[in-house]
Each structure stands twice: as structure tokens, then as C-alpha cells.
């Protein structure tokens, strides 16, 4: 297998870098890519998101930007400066705000894929109620995803529940990149609602974000190889 085919994205969420890089060279960038979140970036900034660099990995970096149009922009073209493959913003920004952000990268060569995140899967009915969006999550799901496809943004983050409808929806061409996957197994840790990495790709994802299932495993590399092969073997 070779980077390319790789549809597996590790989260690395530690408070140590050290922790990060340890799990990271037992792992193989031609097997997965990276997701470097808020805690880490926080914390560690663009020399730890260069160091995975160095070791050749993919990176999605998972920042959700979400301000004005022109704030957003500025901040995706220095994300896009530390090279890094994927990155995402929260597709509520609005379209002027998700279309500024794809302007600006569309401006550089090999600009990285942008994403967007609908409605988080942490919020119920009543949360999203209560923030004034009217109907069930899943709507505004579609509704948001929607409005990304139209704004020219690549793909969005969403749950594998999700991940059917959207695909039947709003066609092929665009990515679904999902957390909450979890093979048979493992732990299904804090996750509520989780699919198997096969029946995450079966409902039309695109990558899958799993985090400790691989970081959490006495043998990572081992862990990641079985995921790809259930990939393999679903397809
Ligand atoms: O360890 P685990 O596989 O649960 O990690 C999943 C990663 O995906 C974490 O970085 C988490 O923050 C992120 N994520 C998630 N569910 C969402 C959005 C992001 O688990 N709805």
C-alpha cells in the first residue's frame, strides 16, 4: 500500500509531544496520514506540526477555523504555509466565509484539501435548538453540507452515520471524512456511536480519523495494519 491509498488519519491527541513522536515513529507514513488538533497545536504550534512533516507524514490540521471571512482566509494561508495536507473550518461561518477560505488557497500551488464541520456531533436537539438552528441535527447536516458543496470546499467532517445519506445526496465527489470508527476489537472508549472501519467505507467514507484504537494499542503499527486491512477487505 502507498501513501495514497491510505484512508486511515491517526489523531494524535497527547498533552506531551514526545508522547506524539514516540507513537509516531512506530508508525509509517505510508500507512496513514496525522490529525493534529487544538491541544497540540496549542501547545506545540508549527515546530511539532513541521517535525511530523520531516517524517513524512500527511497531516490534516484539525483547527475549525470559524471567524470573519477575511480572518479565516488569512488564517488558512498560513496553515496552507506549514504544508500541511487537509485543514477545516465550520461550515456556520457562512458562505462568504468558507468561499473567501477556498479563494485564497486556490491562490497557491498545491493548495491542501479544505474541509468543512457541519453540526458537531457533541450536540443534541435541544443544544442545537437552543443555539436557534431549527429542526434535527441530522437536517442541518444536510443543509450545511450542502452549502460547503456550494461554496467549493472539498469535503466535510461528519459522523459514519451520516456518512450514507450524505453520499447518496450530494454525490461522489467529495470527501467524508469521519471520526467515531471502531474496530471490532477495541474499546469504544467515550464514543456513543461508532461503525467498524469496513462499514464506515461501505456508508461512503472517504478517510477515517481513528485515535486510540491505534494510539491506545500495545502494538500500533499491528493496530493500524488491521484497520487497512478491513479497508481493503470492504471495498
Ligand atoms: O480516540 P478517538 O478515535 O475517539 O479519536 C477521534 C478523534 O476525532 C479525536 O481527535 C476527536 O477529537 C475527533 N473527533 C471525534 N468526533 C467528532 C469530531 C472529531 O471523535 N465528531
Redesign the pocket.
Known amino acids: 500500500m502507498n501513501e495514497k491509498d491510505s484512508r486511515v488519519i491517526v ?3 497527547y498533552p506531551q509531544q514526545s508522547q506524539a513522536l514516540n507513537l509516531v515513529d512506530r508508525l509509517d507514513p505510508s500507512l496513514c496520514r496525522l ?1 493534529v ?1 487544538k491541544e497540540m497545536f496549542t501547545r506545540f504550534g508549527p515546530a511539532f506540526v513541521e517535525a511530523l512533516r520531516r517524517r513524512g507524514y500527511d497531516l490534516f490540521l ?1 483547527l475549525k477555523f470559524h471567524d470573519i471571512p477575511n480572518t479565516v482566509a488569512a488564517a488558512c494561508d498560513v496553515a496552507a504555509d506549514l504544508e500541511v495536507w487537509m485543514m477545516n473550518l465550520h461550515a456556520s461561518g457562512g458562505r462568504r466565509m468558507m468561499e473567501a477560505a477556498r479563494d485564497r488557497l486556490e491562490a497557491r500551488p498545491n493548495r491542501p484539501l479544505l474541509v468543512a ?1 457541519t453540526i ?3 450536540l443534541s436537539s435541544e443544544d442545537i435548538a437552543e443555539v436557534g438552528f431549527s429542526g434535527e441535527p441530522a437536517e442541518n447536516v444536510l443543509r450545511l453540507a450542502e452549502l460547503t458543496r456550494r461554496s467549493g470546499l472539498d469535503g466535510v ?3 459514519p452515520r451520516e456518512a450514507r445519506d450524505l453520499r447518496q445526496r450530494i454525490g461522489e465527489d467529495f470527501y467524508l471524512v469521519t ?4 474496530p471490532k476489537s477495541a474499546a469504544q ?3 456513543r456511536r461508532v461503525m467498524t472501519p469496513g462499514e464506515a467505507i461501505r456508508s461512503g467514507s472517504s478517510y477515517l ?8 494499542a500495545e502494538d500500533p503499527l499491528q493496530a493500524l495494519q488491521s484497520i487497512n486491512a478491513e479497508i481493503a477487505g470492504s471495498r
Open positions: 489523531a494524535l491527541d490529525k488538533g484539525d464541520v458537531l456531533t457533541s467532517v461528519c459522523s471520526p467515531g470508527v471502531r472508549d467515550d464514543q480519523v481513528v485515535g486510540r484504537p491505534v494510539t491506545g
